[in-house]
């Protein structure tokens, strides 16, 4: 690490510090007025971040960035908008800060329970989508911690743009701008940096690519929550209803290809075999290529079905491509799952309630599902309102991550004096 | 890391993994009937863990381990018989895993809610007492996790000893007996080895000094949870009941020196300056040095009260000394904990109501005590049942950590058909 990287990160993670401390004991109106200014804000100087957008968008061409990455990266009035209408939907959000949980007395005479606090400092590392900036801060903001934001290099003049108007809006409404700071660098080396700032940071998301997750994960030692793959599944149990089976199997496989809960592999009861030939034909149509095992292409006749092989049960595809494979029971089925699943979230269909409760009970995925589509689990879906990312780990926040995986809890207890005997 | 310790740790890793498969589907009465068994085995084979004991006490003398290290290590029958009724007691607990929380209807149709799962495989490195090889496995296995433990070379005899009459109950209940493995090597490169198995391990738990946990800390892939310093303060309003301040203030330092949970530092407000002469007089009666601020000396009088400096506030004594400092108002003395604690617990004393909620709210420590001794900060006290530490970390969970600290959440939705439009 270079001795400038840390010197600026020391310093970021000071400013940090010590605004966590004041946002902390913020209270949920003037939070929520911060947002409401920053929307405002935001909508006011659209100009200004259009201008800086294009900067970015120049240097993009000039680099020669790929058709999605450049997608991701352009703002227009509308996608302001979007982000400001976020930061207003964030404000209308219950703030899980001081909520006090599970009181009770104890036999010594003293009362215990929990109260929600925030985590502290959290640190963003994401890429290309300059409205991470804004979502991202929000939900650091209303959830009372502060945020140091370190977006991708190709996104710098816009990245730049919203977190000032951010930051305006933080002093506007009278609480301290460093709860918003951006990495205003492309040096590499101040990822490094924030990677090792143990000492300020509370916890690292990352958000991107697998190669970034994967690098966060490996050279990090502040706390990470994560998000790697998403092989999603569907299995379809003996006894499903097959129009619910089929219709759950083509939104949860047809809705969005590239997205991370997309079904990739559907597992069929070798007992609902008759259902193999409306599904691949619904997604034939759809435009989907289909691999299935040995008795699914048996089974899909003259439909065109090609052969799967031990990669395409691993593999997250993220494009119209299903694999599918026939099973013998729920067992081989919740075992595929358990072998080549990344514990995302998993789907059963079917009619049989203990087949249902099984699932639900064995399968080790952040969601699991009984009759509904994979596309649920979603922040929005579960309620949560907006979420920061999904997490795959097992440590502190699985699944969609919202305002409360943002905090923490400690202990307080209330007594009359009482001492250990 | 050599390739030997590595190849080692793989072994044990998988064969963890596939115990933790088995281990997270066990219901709760083949879980306790292992635990009952493990607690008779021990009894059992006492005379066989005490002759184990032995070689490791006779090491000890002849590598001239400090005495308290050798309390901390030496086994008899009474040890044994408790560390048979710890697993009794774990036996006796609630069963987290398979609880089913805030499950609600959303808008869509879906019901979503909650389900505690065990966290997987869970490292446990640790120093000394045998004892913590029963406990800590009792834990994990109660909570559906299978556990490697790594004890210190200097009990490796008592650690092989215990670990295998916990492997034998396991056997004898039907469950796999890799849900409990002792890493059997006082081979250094292991520890190495496991930090960096987070293909396999979930959570690595250290419990030992100050600069095991360090090592631990810095060097871990995997996730940690951990304890560091408890430098813990009472804090005496102005409006404190002179008695009960008293009172709480003897309980926090004097009950037992060398606790995690113990005062470190005594807050005074300035208006309750008249308690100062009875507190300082029932320390030093008990034998405790006190170190006071200019101000605490001169309220001291004649009483022995040495200058404390800066140093003092940032130490956590683990012995029979206390500082006491003057504070202004509760801000200081919020300030002080905010600066010189260690986040572990702190409480106050207080007649005011809004003082004492000020307190709850604004002080940031895993534990935080209105009029109740710091004492009470302990898995027991909380209703915890046992402990398997405490953490001062501010993911996954914070303060004791019981049962549920070694299980997490899955999200589950039951759907009658619901897809995403």
């Known amino acids: 690490m270079s001795g400038d990287a840390e010197q600026v990160m020391i310093r970021l993670g000071q400013q940090a510090k010590n605004a966590a401390k004041v946002m902390r004991m913020v209270d949920t109106q003037a939070k929520n007025r911060a947002l409401e200014l920053a929307a405002a804000v935001l909508r006011r100087e659209t100009a200004e971040i259009l201008a800086a957008n294009a900067l970015d968008m120049k240097a993009a061409d000039e680099s020669g960035l ?54 502290g400092v959290i ?86 690519g697998r190669s970034l997750i994967e690098r966060v994960a490996v050279e990090s030692r502040v706390p ?10 569907v299995y379809i149990d003996a006894s499903a209803d097959r129009a619910m089976a089929l219709n759950i199997a083509m939104n949860a496989k047809t809705h969005r290809y590239g997205v991370c809960n997309a079904m990739e592999t559907l597992l069929i009861h070798q007992d609902a075999i008759d259902s193999v030939n409306a599904i691949v034909k619904g997604m034939l149509d759809k435009g989907v290529e289909v691999r299935g095992c040995e008795k699914t292409v048996a089974a899909a006749g003259k439909l065109d079905v090609k052969v799967a092989n031990e990669e395409d049960w691993a593999t997250e595809y993220l494009a119209a491509i299903l694999s599918i494979r026939m099973v013998e029971n729920i067992e081989q089925a919740m075992d595929h799952i358990g072998q080549y699943g990344s514990g995302h979230t998993d789907t059963i269909v079917t009619k049989d309630h203990d087949a249902g409760q099984r699932f639900l009970r064995e399968v080790d995925s952040s969601s ?47 007594g009359h004096g009482e001492i250990r005997e």
């Open 224 to 233: 990470v929550i994560k998000h790697l793959d998403g092989i999603c599944h």
């Open 368 to 414: 699991v599902i009984v009759n509904a589509s994979t596309r649920f689990a979603d922040g929005f879906e579960y309620g949560l309102g907006a979420e920061i990312g999904i997490s795959t780990d097992r440590l502190h926040v699985r699944g969609p991550v919202g305002l409360e995986g943002l905090t923490t809890e400690k202990w307080i207890v209330m």
């Open 66 to 119: 790929d058709a999605a990455l450049k997608d991701r990266l352009a703002l227009n009035a509308d996608r302001v908008d979007a982000m400001a209408e976020g930061l207003t939907q964030i404000a209308a959000l219950a703030d899980p800060v001081g909520a006090i949980n599970d009181l009770v007395y104890r036999p010594s005479g003293i009362q215990v329970g929990h109260m929600r606090v925030p985590l």
């Open 123 to 208: 640190g963003i590392i994401y890429e290309s989508r300059p409205n991470v900036t804004a979502d991202a801060a929000a939900l650091c903001l209303k959830s009372g911690n502060a945020t140091i934001l370190r977006g991708g290099s190709e996104a710098i003049h816009s990245n730049r743009a919203v977190a000032a108007c951010l930051r305006r809006a933080l002093v506007d409404a009278g609480l301290p701008q460093d709860a918003v700071q951006l990495v205003d660098s492309t040096d590499r080396a101040l990822v490094g940096a924030l990677l090792q700032s143990e000492k300020y940071v509370d916890v690292i998301i990352p958000r991107g």
